[in-house]
């Protein structure tokens, strides 16, 4: 019940006074060793009144929380972790820049809260050596302090206090024990009651350098003074404890067990991504779809009618048809990390997916870029190293998002219409097509622009631990939101912008149109209620046909006709092309509205719509979808980037613009390289 309440009052906190208005009074920093709670107590501090964007330039996350105490608001900055000050990855580097006032883009904080695992505090203590010589006053959290307790260690947190000269604070972030003594030791600090750092009574060695140095006799000499603090502060078990521990690394580690554990896990994930995702997933797509229906019901048919219900509505249900998924996977992702699994799965994974020039945490957003490839782009940031993160964002499009389904049912069931058999081969075909196509431009980008092998997997294994419910919301509500507010803006404007090509310039309907229009007037006329909604129908397919061929979409297509003719494309598949930019499935409500059959066919008369397709000709009296075009069409969608709020969610995550052009680029190269040879060879062998 406690995490329950302390939800509850962070979300209120959302409407309440809790975040500032003009600035605060100082800025507090959370630092500390990955694994020991800061992101727990980030939370427990701040709630929902928290923000997350990138540091400028980098995939370096950062997160502002706001704090009020003493009717004063607090700036809460969550650093990110750190072994120790002497920067070894980009994120080591910011926190070190920003703690020192090197950071350009943030002030040097006015105080430290230390978060410091108090069921390792002898290794903690190295770092707390480090930033304690900076001069900046300190707060130690000593974190997890029940875990200590389970496992027999007794630490006295007065006399670590007077080793440290500053004030240590027991604490559980998890279930919020501690929390409120450490916000009383903040509200002294912004009362103007913040002691003047004291130095330690630290054993110098023979080197000179700064705190940061790490040389073997300052690392040894920082090593030794921790041990003695360690020793002089808590009482520990003489028999070590964590056999439990023991037995599952034992089991979760094995090259074996281990890795058929892991897959057990991931396809569990991936199961509750891929189907369980899929039942919030229409609910939110026909809440949206009614709401279409509800706009158009009371606004007169027009363009403003198209803009609301095709523009915005559509915009922001397709924006929102993602949520459930990001939801989902972030939220089990929490768990295996939280948990302390997550740690092992990366142990297990390393060695094979370094063959390939990726680390095994790799796996994880590459296995979920099956359900969708937004999610799994968000969920590379458990990659360390920036260049796995990089290759792994760049690649992971690749694999078979349930976007491409449709098509591949649609490919499928003209090439196949009575021979599931075959079928399902080409379906494991597209699949693996895209894993394969991954792999190889994964090894190639490390060969090339992101040259450097993979970096050995040195890490440490947390302790296994319950997942606190509450974070693990506010985790995925943080993801969510930022989804929602910082991609969704643009994926809207692209969505508005592929509307009004799809719709500009109008054009007057043709005689065909008209008269058939008329036809129905009549039929209404005289009765026959049936006949005249049958023409309509016609009239309005027919005229939302020829709008989207004279359209700068439709235009577009019949631009691009020569460029998509080696591929066995006619201007016709050209405009599902620009058209499924906004999301792939589109292609086929595309298709069924420029070769005549209605949008409505491609959800409720499939079947007409592959029978219209198959039997579909070019000028020449020649069929469109043969064998040879429908596979190159297969193939193209098998490699091409057409997604772009994926590509929006790319240059969220990687800070530039050049990531997305280039995933773009060699996508689209993969693409038309493999569809060209794919029509051509098997137009060669007389399958065209």
Request: charged content about 20%; hydrophobic content about 45%; some cysteine.
């Amino acid at each position: 019940m406690v995490q329950f309440d302390l939800l509850a009052k962070s979300i209120r906190a959302v409407t309440g006074q809790d975040k500032p208005q003009h600035g605060s009074a100082m800025v507090v920093a959370l630092a500390g060793n990955p694994n020991a709670g800061k992101t727990e107590l980030f939370n427990a501090l701040t709630g929902l009144r928290s923000r997350t964007a990138n540091y400028p330039g980098t995939t370096v996350e950062r997160k502002l929380g706001y704090l009020r105490v003493a009717g004063k608001a607090i700036t809460i900055v969550d650093l990110p972790g750190m072994y120790s000050l002497r920067a070894v990855t980009p994120e080591e580097q910011i926190a070190h820049d920003i703690l020192t006032g090197k950071h350009p883009e943030a002030p040097r904080p006015d105080g430290v809260v230390l978060i410091v695992d108090a069921d390792n505090l002898e290794r903690n203590l190295f770092l707390v050596s480090q930033i304690r010589e900076l001069e900046i006053p300190v707060i130690v959290a000593l974190n997890m302090i029940d875990i200590a307790e389970r496992h027999g260690i007794q630490i006295d947190a007065q006399k670590l206090s007077r080793e440290l000269h500053c004030p240590v604070i027991p604490m559980v972030a998890k279930t919020g024990r501690g929390v409120d003594t450490l916000k009383a030791e903040l509200e002294r600090w912004v009362t103007g009651h913040r002691p003047k750092p004291l130095p330690l009574a630290f054993p110098r060695s023979a080197c000179r350098c700064d705190s940061a140095c790490a040389c073997p006799a300052q690392f040894q000499s920082r090593f030794n003074w921790s041990e003695s603090v360690a020793g002089r502060c808590l009482k520990a078990p003489v028999v070590a404890t964590g056999r439990r521990t023991e037995k599952l690394d034992r089991l979760l580690t094995h090259p074996v067990a281990g890795l058929l554990s892991f897959l057990a896990v991931m396809l569990s994930v991936f199961y509750l991504i891929f189907s369980v995702a899929s039942v919030p997933m229409d609910l939110i797509d026909g809440l949206f779809a009614r709401a279409g229906d509800l706009v158009a019901a009371h606004v007169p048919p027009g363009d403003f009618q198209s803009l609301l219900v095709h523009g915005i509505i559509g915009g922001v249900g397709g924006i929102l048809v993602f949520l459930p998924q990001i939801c989902i996977l972030f939220f089990f992702l929490g768990i295996l990390e939280d948990s302390g699994y997550l740690a092992r799965a990366a142990f297990v994974m390393d060695r094979l997916m370094r063959r390939v020039g990726l680390p095994g945490t790799a796996f994880v957003p590459l296995l979920s870029a099956h359900a969708c490839a937004i999610p799994a782009i968000m969920a590379a940031r458990i990659i360390k190293d920036r260049r796995d993160r990089l290759v792994t964002i760049l690649v992971a499009p690749l694999m078979s998002c349930s976007a491409r389904i449709p098509v591949y049912a649609m490919v499928t069931a003209l090439l196949f219409p009575t021979s599931p058999g075959k079928a399902a081969l080409v379906f494991t075909a597209a699949y693996g097509s895209g894993i394969v196509a991954a792999l190889i431009m994964a090894f190639a980008f490390k060969k090339t622009i992101l040259r450097g092998e993979t970096k050995p997997l040195v890490l440490e294994l947390p302790g296994y631990k319950i997942p606190g419910l509450r974070n693990l919301l506010l985790y995925t509500f943080d993801r969510a939101k930022v989804f929602v507010q910082q991609a969704g803006s643009i994926i809207l404007v692209i969505s508005l912008i592929l509307w009004a090509l799809a719709t500009y310039p109008k054009t007057e309907p043709s005689v065909e149109v008209s008269t058939l229009a008329a036809q129905a007037q009549m039929e209404n006329a005289s009765g026959n209620a049936e006949g005249g909604a049958m023409l309509e129908h016609r009239a309005a397919d027919l005229a939302a046909r020829e709008a989207l061929a004279h359209s700068f979409a439709g235009r577009l297509g019949h631009l691009i006709e020569p460029v998509v003719r080696p591929l066995g494309f006619d201007w016709q598949i050209g405009i599902g092309i620009i058209s499924s930019f906004a999301a792939r499935e589109v292609i086929v409500s595309t298709l069924s509205i420029v070769y005549g059959v209605g949008e409505d066919a491609a959800t409720q008369n499939r079947e007409g719509l592959y029978d219209t397709l198959r039997n579909a000709t070019r000028r020449d009296g020649s069929r469109v979808f043969t064998t040879a075009s429908s596979l190159s069409l297969l193939v193209f969608y098998i490699l091409a980037m057409q997604c772009m709020a994926t590509q929006v969610i790319t240059r969220r995550e990687t800070g530039s613009w050049k990531w997305p052009i280039l995933q773009f680029s060699y996508m689209s190269a993969l693409a038309y390289g493999g569809a060209y040879l794919t029509f051509q060879g098997l137009t060669a062998l007389g399958f065209g």
